[in-house]
Nanobody, 121 residues
Framework: QVQLVESGGGLVQPGGSLRLSCGAS????????MGWYRQTPGKQRELVAAITSGGSSNYADSVKGRFTISRDNAKNTVYLQMNSLKPEDTAVYYC???????????????WGQGTQVTVSS
């Protein structure tokens, strides 16, 4: 099937930076939109940023101007550069990719296992 593997989370002080990476592998015909979501205990998972295969991106208002999403289509990888981090950015971050596994299949959402980002002094 398809696997999404994330890396790059950790503990950082307020104002610091982190870069998350997520690589997709397995049975992949085409990857459409890729994105990053985050979730804190007791809250719904929310979209942080998303990027199409053509490079168009959108962001949650809370991260605009601080986070940048990018992707390398040749490597089936999406990145999230997070700058000027705030304590309220603390969450588990999940990678999402909408993938066609064969020429004839519909697009399906796949998720990474999640990576913890903690912003604290």
């Amino acid at each position: 099937q398809v696997q999404l593997v994330e890396s790059g989370g950790g503990l950082v002080q307020p104002g610091g930076s982190l870069r998350l990476s997520c690589g997709a592998s397995g049975r992949i015909f085409r990857i459409n939109t890729m994105g990053w979501y985050r979730q804190t205990p007791g809250k719904q998972r929310e979209l942080v940023a998303a990027i199409t295969s053509g490079g168009s991106s959108n962001y949650a208002d809370s991260v605009k101007g601080r986070f940048t999403i990018s992707r390398d289509n040749a490597k089936n990888t999406v990145y999230l550069q997070m700058n000027s981090l705030k304590p309220e950015d603390t969450a588990v971050y999940y990678c999402n990719a909408n993938i066609e596994t064969t020429r004839y299949s519909i697009t399906q959402p796949f998720w990474g296992q999640g990576t913890q980002v903690t912003v604290s002094s």
